[in-house]
T-cell receptor, first 115, second 113 residues
Framework: GGIITQTPKFLIGQEGQKLTLKCQQN?????MYWYRQDSGKGLRLIYY???????QKGDLSEGYDASREKKSSFSLTVTSAQKNEMAVFLC??????????????FGPGTRLTVL | GDSVTQTEGQVALSEEDFLTIHCNYS??????LFWYVQYPGEGPQFLFR?????EKGSSRGFEATYDKGTTSFHLRKASVQESDSAVYYC????????????FGTGTSLLVDP
């Protein structure tokens, strides 16, 4: 088995502040994802990284940057925090599933509050 | 683009009731379909997957059958328990859209003992 660790668990920032969320996985998975979870809106993909040196934008990438530092870690930066993006940010990983779409394993999330 | 529609935002049942959560999809290709479950304070967990028409996925007493004709993948369980209270997400993966999944908005299930 393995685990996904997200830090911090709770993140409080000021409007306009640059904030970084971190994710580590020990599954040895190739692919990692960042999602934003808003109440009533489900999960929306922000960025993903298919392999260690890859970075792909999701549907909600504006206002965010991402960095895949190594195979096991994937960071997300909120470039200028806004009050309307208070949400839970979920990191996930999977093997490189190809056509069969491997399951994604999720971390417990980082809850962002913007003051 | 691809989309997943879950019509029920919330479902309230009593223990041993029959559960149906509806999921319909729209995709340009031939997607794989998934159900994930999320318990309070945790990230979503994979429940099961189906990749072709008429295939049934199942796990922990839950099941769903891929129906290409009605573009549906409805989640069912014959007898729910209080421990099944959680948020359930339907999702699709379409090879034409790369390695990402498209999730529905989720259905919150509350089971009274």
């Amino acid at each position: 088995g393995g685990i996904i660790t997200q830090t911090p668990k709770f993140l409080i920032g000021q409007e306009g502040q640059k904030l970084t969320l971190k994710c580590q996985q020990n599954f040895n998975h190739d692919t990692m994802y960042w999602y934003r979870q808003d109440s009533g809106k489900g999960l929306r993909l922000i960025y993903y990284s298919i392999t260690e040196n890859d970075l792909q934008k999701g549907d909600l990438s504006e206002g965010y940057d991402a960095s895949r530092e190594k195979k096991s870690s994937f960071s997300l930066t909120v470039t200028s925090a806004q009050k309307n993006e208070m949400a839970v940010f979920l990191c996930a990983s999977s093997i490189l599933g190809g056509f069969n779409y491997a399951e994604q394993f999720f971390g417990p999330g980082t809850r962002l509050t913007v003051l | 683009g691809d989309s997943v529609t879950q019509t029920e935002g919330q479902v309230a049942l009593s223990e041993e009731d029959f559960l149906t959560i509806h999921c319909n999809y729209s995709a340009s290709g031939y997607p794989a379909l998934f159900w994930y479950v999320q318990y309070p304070g945790e990230g979503p967990q994979f429940l099961f997957r189906a990749s072709r028409d008429k295939e049934k996925g199942s796990s922990r007493g839950f099941e769903a059958t891929y129906d290409k004709g009605t573009t549906s993948f409805h989640l069912r369980k014959a007898s729910v328990q209080e421990s099944d209270s959680a948020v359930y997400y339907c999702a699709l993966g379409d090879i034409n859209m790369g390695y990402k999944l498209t999730f529905g908005t989720g259905t919150s299930l509350l089971v009274d003992p």
